[in-house]
């Protein structure tokens, strides 16, 4: 049998190779690859939530009534007047209840006006000549920010602990003068319909959802060109809350840098979202500071999540280690898939599946780049 040369085999092993490329390049260009992809997400991405982190959402009392930023002495007082005032329910002393919420309103203006003071020290302009050395000591060896963010953000701290303490204490105690003809403000059935609310809620089952997620997608310019918009992920995310959102009536949460425009997108709808997290730069920050965010609102075991099928698995994934279970609601892609022939827009799907793929591959072997706190 005749010996086939080296140039010959070589020729026909690149031949083979040739073929097998442009094979799978028609392939990432049918609607079956991305497909291929998703399911393979879904398969083997595991999403079983970590019961140790998910201690933090133990309470499951969300609530997005309040404007506060979580762990700032306002919010610190909310916590501290709705305690005082389930206590007093608890105890049936109901004509305390005016007196304590009157003590309330003496405490945020207080605190209103140690803000102010410290807003006017802020404002006024250093003196070179005047500063003293232990404020250059300052400078120069700054305490670690991120550590400080982290103790502020934990209610649990020791500092907050104490704060909380004094601030029970103020609205157990403080004399205030109360008209006896004083209208009963309709404020105070708002709190007791809350805490009645947050009881409730305490005990309901963990798989019921508490908050719809929604994951923002971008910005992009306006047909002005100068206005900034939600781009054609955001919107259809966005388009998928609406419908959602008259089904379940829930919290919506907002994460991303694109917060504040989803939220002006969606008023613009007549939905009011109340909860935004706008700090977070990347997935894993948008899974993290959401979680941070539905903790110190009162926890939530279990979402709605909304975003694009393809950056599902690795979403929930993400949560569930930050011990958050979700409920997976699809919003479509801005380009449609043909049904079978290759096509530029099966492709626009192949990328974006594969962008994911590796992502997730990344995130399992290596970790991925995220900030402990906002």
């Not at 079983?48 to 609530?63: D, G, I, P, R, Y």
């Not at 209103?112 to 070179?128: F, G, I, L, M």
């Not at 907050?160 to 309709?186: G, R």
Request: hydrophobic share 40%.
């Amino acid at each position: 049998m005749k010996k086939t040369h080296w140039m010959v085999r070589l020729v026909q092993i690149a031949a083979v190779l040739f073929v097998l490329l442009a094979c799978l390049m028609v392939f990432i260009y049918t609607p079956f690859y991305s497909q291929l992809i998703v399911k393979g997400l879904n398969y083997f991405v595991p999403v079983e939530v970590n019961e140790v982190a998910a201690k933090s959402q133990k309470l499951a009392a969300l609530s997005d009534q309040d404007s506060y930023e979580p762990g700032s002495d306002m919010w610190i007082a909310r916590q501290s007047y709705l305690t005082v005032m389930e206590e007093a329910i608890q105890s049936d002393n109901s004509q305390n209840l005016t007196l304590i919420q009157t003590r309330y309103k003496a405490l945020q203006a207080l605190i209103e006006d140690d803000q102010q003071k410290e807003s006017d020290k802020k404002e006024k302009p250093a003196v070179p000549l005047l500063a003293s050395s232990a404020s250059e000591a300052n400078i120069e060896n700054p305490p670690d920010a991120a550590q400080k963010v982290k103790e502020l953000l934990e209610l649990n701290s020791s500092a907050n602990q104490e704060l909380m303490a004094q601030y029970v204490d103020f609205l157990k105690t403080h004399k205030v003068e109360q008209p006896a003809s004083e209208p009963v403000d309709e404020q105070i059935f708002k709190d007791i319909a809350l805490i009645h609310d947050q009881n409730q809620q305490k005990t309901e089952v963990k798989s019921a959802p508490y908050a719809i997620v929604v994951l923002g997608g971008g910005l992009t310019l306006d047909k002005n060109g100068k206005d900034i918009v939600v781009n054609n992920y955001t919107r259809l995310r966005l388009e998928t809350t609406l419908a959602v959102e008259k089904d379940y009536q829930l919290p919506i949460v907002l994460s991303g840098v694109e917060a504040p425009y989803m939220q002006s997108w969606l008023k613009q709808h007549n939905v009011d979202a109340k909860l935004l997290e706008d700090r977070s730069m990347n997935t894993c920050e948008n899974t993290r500071f959401s979680s941070l965010l539905l903790q110190k609102k009162g926890g939530a075991p279990t979402v709605i999540l909304i975003t694009d099928q393809y950056h599902m698995p690795r979403t929930r994934r993400l949560f569930a280690l930050n011990g958050i279970e979700t409920i997976p609601i699809e919003a479509p892609m801005p380009s449609e898939m043909t049904r079978w022939r290759p096509s530029e827009k099966n492709y626009d799907h192949s990328r974006r599946a594969n962008y994911e793929m590796l992502a997730t591959m990344r995130d399992m072997w290596f970790g991925s780049e995220c900030r402990e706190v906002p």
